[in-house]
């Protein structure tokens, strides 16, 4: 009878710690976080997934941002982990930087490093346009057949996230002050020729 109630405890704390473990969602973030760039220039974004404690096969995501701000050059996939010869099954990924959105990015893999170590999924190369701060935010993508393009661990099991939103900070190309000093020469020259008519 104590072996049973002992078993019973056991397969209790076991389910808790399931549970708990199970709640802890993991994470698709951007780095660097609240970076800057100058208008004109471009800047490397990573999208990068953290507290994946069973690993993953990888999944879908979208990216949002303001167009007025930013505009995306070019994604890079190949920086994920794996073969990525699924990744595109099913998936039609659409670059719109009129409406500032990447949809429906995916990657898919069979690799097999250390569960809980921080990964990158795609690098994102931006070009600033206009001094501003712009929010980026990654959310899940879907398939061509409208269904989503769930994430899941080695089991299978479709794994809980939570995107991590940022901003990339557009700043203004600063005027060198070789060109105040000409214009400042400039503007004087022209005073002295207006004295001299009068």
Do not use: C, E, H
Not at 98 to 115: H, Q
Request: hydrophobic share 45%; glycine share 10%; charged share 10%.
């Amino acid at each position: 009878m104590k072996f049973v109630a002992k078993l019973l405890s056991a397969l209790a704390f076991a389910g808790l710690m399931a549970s708990s473990s199970a709640s802890q969602a993991a994470i698709i973030s951007f780095t660097p976080d609240n970076a800057s760039v100058a208008a004109g220039d471009t800047i490397q974004i990573k999208l990068v997934g953290s507290d994946f404690s069973n690993g993953t096969y990888g999944g879908g995501l979208s990216v949002s941002w303001d167009a007025s701000l930013l505009s995306l050059q070019s994604y890079d996939t190949s920086v994920f982990p794996g073969d990525l010869g699924l990744a595109d099954v099913g998936v039609n990924t659409v670059v719109d930087n009129n409406a500032g959105t990447l949809s429906n990015l995916s990657v898919a893999s069979f690799f097999d490093g250390a569960p809980n170590a921080s990964f990158d999924i795609a690098v994102l190369t931006f070009k600033g346009l206009a001094a501003g701060t712009s929010a980026l935010q990654a959310s899940l993508g879907q398939f061509t057949s409208g269904f989503d393009n769930v994430w899941t661990d080695y089991n299978n099991d479709v794994i809980s996230l939570q995107f991590a939103p940022s901003s990339l900070n557009v700043t203004a190309v600063p005027v060198p002050g070789a060109a105040w000093l000409f214009g400042s020469v400039l503007l004087g020259g022209l005073g002295a020729v207006r004295r001299q008519r009068a």
